[in-house]
């Protein structure tokens, strides 16, 4: 694993990782270079907390899927993380030129999903044209759930943080939210539902 993010083999959810794994906070700096750092340390953090209660002591039965499911959710957060393309912003003043990342739309609407007790999003798209003001959006959304969570309930308690935080914080012309419940977790020391 290289060290520089300036080297274009740097792995920055290893790297990232491995800060996290020795109990650490990495360097500002390193935060600081780009959103995408952040948003990928912040989306981590909150990952590895929701694992400690999704993966069920009986996971060592089941390694395989839960190192594959795993593996899928650190795959989304590093390729969710980087920027995309750029969503304008509009200003009153001509001179001014704002707008926001998708990488930062997408941490916006991992953060609501996550805010939900019982899930967990595994991927977010945006399809639509997000550079083009008032073009209609959908966002997508993968979500895994803990065993005994009302799934239609569940789907639309995501739908509606992931909208509220989208109609806060963004100009987007949010035409729907999709969500498909791909994953279902036992809670640690759960017990079953009568």
């Not at 750092?37 to 694992?51: E, G, V």
């Not at 750029?86 to 926001?100: R, Y």
Request: aromatic share 4%.
């Amino acid at each position: 694993m290289t060290s520089s993010p300036d080297d274009p083999d740097f792995d920055l959810i290893a790297h990232l990782s491995d800060f996290l794994d020795r109990g650490e906070s990495p360097p500002d700096e390193l935060l600081n270079t780009t959103p995408d750092h952040r948003l990928a340390y912040d989306a981590l953090t909150r990952f590895r907390s929701m694992a400690q209660d999704i993966l069920a002591e009986e996971v060592s039965e089941l390694s395989a899927d839960a190192d594959s499911w795993v593996a899928g959710i650190l795959k989304s957060i590093h390729r969710e993380s980087r920027v995309g393309r750029t969503i304008p912003v509009s200003h009153p003043s001509p001179k001014a030129a704002l707008s926001l990342t998708e990488g930062a739309v997408r941490g916006l609407i991992r953060a609501a999903g996550d805010a939900v007790a019982g899930t967990f999003i595994g991927s977010c798209t945006l399809d639509g044209d997000v550079a083009v003001p008032g073009s209609p959006i959908t966002v997508n959304v993968e979500a895994s759930v803990f065993w005994g969570e009302r799934m239609p309930q569940t789907a639309k308690r995501l739908r509606d943080a992931i909208t509220t935080s989208l109609l806060h914080h963004t100009e987007l012309n949010i035409q729907a939210v999709n969500v498909t419940i791909t994953d279902v977790h036992l809670r640690r020391n759960a017990t079953p539902a009568d």
